[in-house]
């Protein structure tokens, strides 16, 4: 079965530090990888996803990820934070076998400091 | 335009009643999902309808859970004799086509408490 890891479960930065958000997925075939926000009291949406292609993907609000195939891995990054990063931020998977549904990380919150 | 809404945005009920869920995706979207987000167990998929094929209920938690799509649009999601452990928000989400790559979007949730 599909599982996904966020390691870090809350990370605290100033504005203008460099973000750097882990996931590994454990799953042997082909996956769409997808990153989601959720700011406070709004619903989740999409950062940016993956599913073929260049590994390294651009999504909103300069966020970008890469697909590191052998690592199993889709590490969510932006180079400068702003206070209104402040979310929780879930990596999910679909497998390219079975059901279709999202599997999600826990979850990280990030809390940037002004 | 519009996007997925579910109602009501909060339900407070007492161990032991019936209650229901209701999601309207967006409008064309063929694919309707049931997340449900909780302290103890993070995001989990719930059940997922694709146009007329019978739904993927692989991911409810037990036979308290039922969920009916109308018309191919509006869904409710039913949970009978309600838990303390039920208590959760759950999320609907809608793709165009139900393929993997697709994105999903999400409403807003059901914030449900059950004392």
């Known amino acids: 079965a599909q599982s996904v890891s966020q390691h870090n479960h809350h990370v605290i930065l100033s504005e203008a530090a460099s973000l750097e958000l882990g996931c590994n997925y454990s799953y042997g075939g082909t996956v769409n990888l997808f990153w989601y926000v959720q700011y406070p009291g709004q619903h989740l949406q999409l950062l940016l996803k993956y599913f073929s292609g260049d590994p390294l993907v651009k999504g909103i609000k300069g966020f970008e990820a890469e697909f590191i195939k052998s690592k199993f891995s889709f590490n969510l990054r932006k180079p400068s934070v702003q206070w209104s990063d402040t979310a929780e931020y879930f990596c999910?998977?679909?497998?390219?076998?079975?059901?279709?549904?999202?599997?999600f990380g826990t979850g990280t919150r990030l809390t940037v400091i002004p | 335009g519009a996007g997925v809404s579910q109602s009501p945005s909060n339900k407070v009920t007492e161990k032991g009643k019936d209650v229901e869920l209701r999601c309207d995706p967006i409008s064309g979207h063929t694919a309707l999902y049931w997340y449900r987000q909780s302290l103890g167990q993070g995001l989990e998929f719930l059940i997922y309808f694709q146009g007329n094929s019978a739904p993927d209920k692989s991911g409810l938690p037990s036979d308290r859970f039922s969920a009916e799509r109308t018309g191919g649009s509006v869904s409710t999601l039913t949970i009978q004799r309600t838990q303390q452990e039920d208590s959760a928000v759950y999320l609907c989400?809608?793709?165009?086509?139900?393929?993997?790559?697709?994105?999903?979007?999400f409403g807003p949730g059901t914030r449900l408490l059950v004392l």
């Open positions: 989400a809608s793709s165009l086509g139900g393929a993997r790559e697709e994105t999903q979007y």
């Open positions: 999910a998977v679909t497998a390219q076998t079975g059901a279709n549904n999202l599997f």
